[in-house]
């Protein structure tokens, strides 16, 4: 047996026959040609027959992948119509006087260099796109030959790395699995492995030879463990992994579209946590049912200075029409001393969980708060939007900041900027001493939403990044549960929703408890939604 | 000739399919149409001049146009950018 680790592409468990990946070496050796202008339309016309190659692929691909996928052949026609690499296979004919295939090979590796010359990982690895498409001319140079795909069929392939179109050409239901050598877990190779639901792992540093061909193998897209010729124990416990996983998988597809609702009735909004407007296709893949915590933090963690006002409003639109109306819960400014921007001045701290961090910053700089406030108010008619301040321990936070907010609303109507006056504005539950006081927080705002990780750990006094704690440290510490429950029924009496935002609302050995407790929304993390919504629909409340 | 900068909101900076999306709508247009950055400057029209110059989040960019339809596709361009960056 044989064993090698790769990079998981899509969990997914493979087992059956391995097939080499075989590709046609095409001789791209140089040599002389007389008629350099006759050998430029030559490759013109390869060219032009590789372009409408990938249109049938892009059409293929249209309705197999959807069009974000299929976006990859789209760009591939551009770069064989792109000026540049045109000119630079053309001059290398004329210059040297050389065949097109020696031409193409050479502005292939010219572009390919380039691109994995490049800082990011991300356009290093789009090299492999230059020589997908300059393989493409050489096949239609040497008269169409190509890979023979159909030859594949009931097994797991093994290659060096998978072009897209060929990735594509692979027929999903005939491929089990595949792996490869290099690649990366960014290529749109692994990006179609995922769509297409094929169990995968790439970048394995192995390069496997013919003599693998037809072996056993088994991959765990798990744990990105690929056992070529695996013994008898090995096989017999994959196999039931992959009739667990399957079940599972099953089981979870069921849940897309149901009610989240318990036996007996009782319905609770499941929605999702993002922390960028980009994750929107994952909550709705995942079938949330709205986002309950929208973390606006990346608007200022990831630039190079403070973000303006017109790009928050883009986001915060961009999040509100992707949710196409349903329900967005965006968390105004969270960050302090332990997350910073190079920008944004923050004095080193002792203690920058106690210190100044969200709403304190926000209140201490409202000019700050303000930018930001304008800006949800304007993206608010866009959507259903709820704004939510963290961090609050005080009814006098709560009334300056509904100050602040008020101060804003003034002044849009001032200039004629329509918002939503009845947004609602409410606040995250994540200090010990705002848990104490809910009864009275509650007649201040619209929603409460408890945010379990910090109340966790200003209530135990237990830094959770702290390893060497973990023995103190118990997640369903009956401190911390008395609070949530305490919250949910003061909420109530004063007629106000009680959501759950933070990771104990994943936690599924909890849902019960929560349910009981009179929760009215749960939000996590997107691919956590329909494992929770298998837990609810198995509840009955009416039973002990 | 028609001049604007934008700052690139997305993770990914200007990535393949956002670079493709920009290069098909600049094709539309006769103008012709660079993109600048502090200290490269590319043809919008030439997707491997746009990747090549791996725009990441946060840096603003500057785009050029001039050509007889500058004024249509300036305004394309720049929605072009705000929905896709």
């Not at chain 1, 970048?203 to 765990?220: F, P, R, Y």
């Not at chain 1, 798990?222 to 009739?243: N, S």
């Not at chain 1, 946590?273 to 200022?300: A, C, H, K, T």
């Not at chain 2, 900068?5 to 103008?31: C, M, Q, W």
Request: charged content about 25%; some cysteine; proline content about 3%.
């Amino acid at each position: 047996m044989l064993t090698v680790k790769g990079k998981c592409v899509f969990a997914g468990i493979a087992i059956g026959p391995m097939a080499l990946f075989h590709r046609s070496t095409i001789s791209t050796a140089a040599h002389t040609i007389e008629n350099v202008e006759a050998e430029a339309v030559r490759f013109h016309s390869a060219r032009k027959k590789a372009i409408s190659q990938l249109q049938d692929l892009y059409d293929k691909a249209l309705t197999r992948v959807g069009k974000e996928q299929a976006a990859v052949f789209e760009i591939h026609q551009m770069m064989l119509d792109d000026p540049d690499y045109i000119e630079a296979v053309e001059d290398t004919i004329r210059a040297n006087s050389i065949n097109a295939e020696a031409a193409v090979d050479q502005a292939s590796k010219k572009f390919a260099d380039m691109l994995s010359t490049m800082e990011d990982t991300y356009m290093q690895a789009r090299a492999i796109d230059v020589k997908d498409i300059s393989r493409r001319i050489l096949e239609v140079l040497s008269g169409g030959i190509g890979v023979d795909f159909t030859k594949y069929n009931h097994v797991i392939i093994a290659a060096d790395d998978l072009a897209p179109s060929e990735t594509l050409q692979l027929d999903p239901d005939k491929i089990l699995g595949f792996v490869t050598s290099e690649g990366s877990t960014n290529s749109h190779t692994a990006i179609l492995a995922r769509t297409l639901g094929i169990a995968a792992v790439v970048n394995t540093g192995t390069a496997l030879h013919t003599d693998v061909d037809g072996k056993t193998a088994i991959v765990d897209g798990y744990t990105g463990l690929v056992y070529i010729d695996p013994d008898e124990a090995t096989l017999t416990k994959m196999q039931q992994k992959q009739a667990e996983s399957l079940a599972y998988k099953k089981q979870l597809e069921d849940m897309r579209g149901k009610e989240s609702m318990t036996q007996d009735g009782y319905k609770v909004e499941l929605f999702a946590n993002v922390g960028n407007p980009n994750n929107i296709p994952q909550v709705i893949m995942n079938d949330g049912e709205g986002i309950g915590l929208f973390r606006s933090e990346f608007l200022y963690l990831e630039h190079n200075d403070y973000p303006t006002e017109e790009e928050q409003f883009e986001a915060y639109k961009k999040a509100l029409e992707g949710m196409k109306g349903k329900k967005v819960v965006i968390r105004t400014l969270d960050i302090g001393a332990d997350k910073k921007a190079d920008y944004f001045p923050l004095a080193q701290e002792e203690n920058p969980a106690l210190g100044l961090r969200a709403i304190r910053i926000c209140l201490t700089r409202p000019e700050l708060f303000k930018t930001q406030l304008r800006a949800l108010c304007r993206a608010s008619v866009f959507g259903k939007l709820s704004v939510m301040f963290p961090m609050i321990i005080s009814s006098d936070e709560i009334d300056r900041s509904k100050d602040i907010l008020q101060e804003v609303r003034n002044q849009l109507d001032k200039e004629g900027i329509a918002y939503d006056p009845n947004m609602e504005v409410g606040i995250m539950i994540e200090t010990p001493a705002a848990a104490i006081i809910s009864d009275e927080l509650a007649k201040e705002v619209d929603f409460f939403s408890i945010g379990t990780n910090d109340l966790t750990q200003y209530t135990l006094a237990i830094d959770r990044q702290h390893t060497g704690l973990d023995k103190f440290f118990n997640p369903h510490h009956p401190a911390v549960l008395r609070l949530i429950k305490q919250t949910i029924e003061n909420g109530h009496k004063a007629g106000i929703w009680v959501g759950i935002c933070g990771e104990l609302g994943a936690d599924l050995e909890l849902t019960e408890y929560f349910l009981r407790a009179g929760i009215d929304e749960l939000s996590v993390s997107p691919p956590a939604i329909l494992p929770l919504r298998k837990k609810i629909r198995s509840l009955n409340l009416s039973q002990k | 000739m028609k001049e604007f900068t934008y700052t690139i909101n997305d993770p990914a900076g200007i990535h393949a399919r956002p670079a493709g999306i920009l290069v098909k709508e600049a094709k539309k247009f006769e103008s012709s149409i660079s993109i600048l950055t502090a200290n490269q400057k590319g043809d919008l029209k030439r997707i491997f001049a746009v990747m090549g110059l791996g725009v990441k989040q946060g840096q603003t960019i500057t785009i050029q146009i001039s050509g007889p339809d500058e004024d249509h596709a300036a305004d394309t361009i720049e929605s072009c950018l705000k929905s896709n960056l």
